[in-house]
């Protein structure tokens, strides 16, 4: 390599203890002496050194990002690329190195994909970042069953930039729970036609028990005692109760699965809040709560299901008996309120006990958890309620009682 100097010249490069880098050359003269020439190459070495240091920085930081990177150029060559680039697809370094152009690139790595045909989505999506200089993105799945999303950046030097990152944990999360989901929606049916066929074979000798009741009661077996007579009147009245809670499964079992349909009739509003009333009397006295009814007489009549409006009520009235008597010595006290205009009917059921605000949330989350023993239980309530076109608002707190509204419509 041609230096510039005569021959017999020789060059040094010298480092100065100030930092100072010279490069020198000695030069004989004819005359027997020597000439020195020196020049300054500080800032040039500088400059050298903080190249590499970039270059460096910039090869160590590529190779150690978790997402896959390459560079494509204006005319489609692989420009640059990390570690993690070419393990993902299981590329060679002289391969890379050779920097192929996108489409010879890509057409060789087909065969990694799920679906090959896909690898021309990933060649799109270079091009328009180098051609039409727009971002785009998508998603691919490889044949090892490893998911990742991509996107191609157009860069302000005119290459385009190809990231790829592993999303399999997420997809992996995602048909987990879908599968959990589904053998929860299974499990859920299965429980709701449990509920539906034991509930049917339970009502057949439920009735036959109701009807040989009404046998002895009528005197078919003979006279009665006045203690046979109290026997039998308890065996009634548990049918009766059983009656109710089996007629409630039925429908929080037919709710639960977008089934329930009630009947539309014209309902004496009051009446049957009378019966209800009455019904529950002889339970607020057993446990000594106050029951007290306060029906306005503009209450009129709605259309909706008679029965299972009663069942509703009932209901009600008996879980606030129920949750008042145990926290109460003397001054438990159960209220129904109703009243009515134009546009339809509010009622109201409060009560002084314990509160249950878990129950209260339940409800409102429209979740079971609501469901209180030895009445219809809340979750039923809010289903019934919303199949008669109506709302229903619950207000518990701890220590102070339970208030449930029904608002119904007239039509």
Same mark, same amino acid.
């Given at each position: 390599?041609? /230096?510039?100097?005569?021959?017999?010249?020789?060059?040094?490069?010298?480092?100065?203890?100030?930092?100072?880098?010279?490069?020198? #050359?000695?030069?004989?003269?004819?005359?027997?002496?020597?000439? @020195?020439?020196?020049?300054?190459?500080?800032?040039?070495?500088?400059?050298?050194?903080?190249?590499?240091?970039?270059?460096?920085?910039?090869?160590?930081?590529?190779?150690?990002?978790?997402?896959?990177?390459? #560079?494509?150029?204006?005319?489609?060559? @692989?420009?640059?690329?990390?570690?993690?680039?070419?393990?993902?697809?299981?590329?060679?370094?002289?391969?890379?190195?050779?920097?192929?152009?996108?489409?010879?690139?890509?057409?060789?790595?087909?065969?990694?994909?799920?679906?090959?045909?896909?690898?021309?989505?990933?060649?799109?999506?270079?091009?328009?970042?180098?051609?039409? =200089?727009?971002?785009?993105?998508?998603?691919?799945?490889?044949?090892?069953?490893?998911?990742?999303?991509?996107?191609?950046?157009?860069?302000?030097?005119?290459?385009?930039?190809?990231?790829?990152?592993?999303?399999?944990?997420?997809?992996?999360?995602?048909?987990?729970?879908?599968?959990?989901?589904?053998?929860?929606?299974?499990?859920?049916?299965?429980?709701?036609?449990?509920?539906?066929? &034991?509930?049917?074979?339970?009502?057949?000798?439920?009735?036959?028990?109701?009807?040989?009741?009404?046998? @002895?009661?009528?005197?078919?077996?003979?006279? @009665?005692?006045?203690?046979?007579?109290?026997?039998?009147?308890?065996? &009634?009245?548990?049918?009766?109760?059983?009656? =109710?809670?089996?007629?409630?499964?039925?429908?929080?079992?037919?709710?639960?699965?977008? /089934?329930?349909? #009630?009947?539309?009739?014209?309902?004496?509003?009051?009446?049957?809040?009378?019966?209800?009333?009455?019904?529950?009397?002889?339970?607020?006295?057993?446990?000594?709560?106050?029951?007290?009814?306060?029906?306005?007489?503009?209450?009129?009549?709605?259309?909706?299901?008679?029965?299972?409006?009663?069942?509703?009520?009932?209901?009600?009235?008996?879980?606030?008996?129920?949750?008042?008597?145990?926290?109460?010595?003397?001054?438990?006290?159960?209220?129904?309120?109703?009243?009515?205009?134009?546009?339809?009917?509010?009622?109201?059921?409060?009560?002084?006990?314990?509160? &249950?605000?878990?129950?209260?949330?339940?409800?409102?989350?429209?979740?079971?958890?609501?469901?209180?023993?030895?009445?219809?239980?809340?979750?039923?309530?809010?289903?019934?309620?919303?199949?008669?076109?109506?709302?229903?608002?619950?207000?518990?707190?701890?220590?102070?009682?339970?208030?449930?509204?029904?608002?119904?419509?007239?039509?």
């Amino acid at each position: 390599m041609s /230096t510039g100097f005569e021959p017999g010249a020789s060059e040094e490069a010298w480092l100065l203890r100030d930092g100072t880098h010279l490069h020198v #050359v000695a030069q004989p003269t004819p005359d027997g002496g020597m000439l @020195l020439l020196a020049e300054d190459r500080t800032e040039q070495v500088q400059l050298a050194g903080a190249r590499d240091t970039l270059l460096r920085v910039r090869t160590a930081t590529f190779d150690n990002l978790f997402e896959a990177i390459a #560079v494509f150029a204006p005319d489609g060559r @692989l420009h640059l690329w990390n570690q993690r680039f070419r393990r993902l697809w299981g590329i060679d370094e002289p391969t890379l190195a050779a920097h192929p152009r996108v489409d010879v690139l890509m057409g060789g790595l087909a065969d990694r994909l799920a679906k090959p045909n896909q690898i021309s989505i990933v060649q799109e999506v270079i091009r328009a970042a180098t051609l039409e =200089r727009t971002q785009r993105g998508g998603e691919v799945r490889f044949a090892d069953g490893r998911h990742f999303d991509f996107a191609s950046i157009p860069l302000p030097d005119g290459n385009a930039l190809l990231i790829m990152l592993d999303i399999t944990p997420s997809r992996k999360m995602e048909e987990a729970l879908r599968e959990r989901n589904e053998a929860l929606e299974a499990a859920d049916k299965v429980k709701t036609a449990f509920l539906s066929r &034991m509930s049917y074979e339970l009502r057949t000798p439920l009735t036959s028990i109701g009807g040989f009741g009404e046998m @002895l009661q009528s005197g078919y077996a003979g006279k @009665l005692g006045e203690q046979q007579q109290t026997y039998v009147e308890a065996i &009634m009245d548990s049918v009766a109760v059983l009656s =109710r809670q089996i007629d409630n499964v039925l429908d929080l079992a037919q709710g639960e699965a977008g /089934t329930l349909v #009630v009947e539309r009739a014209p309902v004496d509003v009051k009446a049957l809040l009378d019966k209800a009333l009455a019904d529950v009397k002889p339970l607020a006295a057993s446990e000594k709560i106050e029951l007290v009814g306060n029906i306005a007489a503009a209450v009129g009549a709605i259309e909706g299901d008679a029965p299972r409006l009663s069942r509703l009520v009932a209901g009600l009235l008996d879980n606030a008996i129920r949750f008042t008597a145990p926290s109460r010595k003397a001054d438990g006290r159960v209220l129904l309120h109703a009243d009515g205009d134009a546009k339809g009917v509010e009622i109201v059921v409060s009560d002084n006990g314990p509160g &249950m605000p878990d129950a209260v949330e339940a409800v409102t989350k429209g979740t079971q958890a609501g469901t209180q023993s030895g009445g219809i239980g809340l979750a039923l309530a809010r289903q019934l309620v919303a199949a008669h076109g109506g709302t229903m608002e619950v207000m518990s707190e701890k220590g102070q009682g339970t208030l449930v509204r029904i608002s119904l419509p007239r039509a």
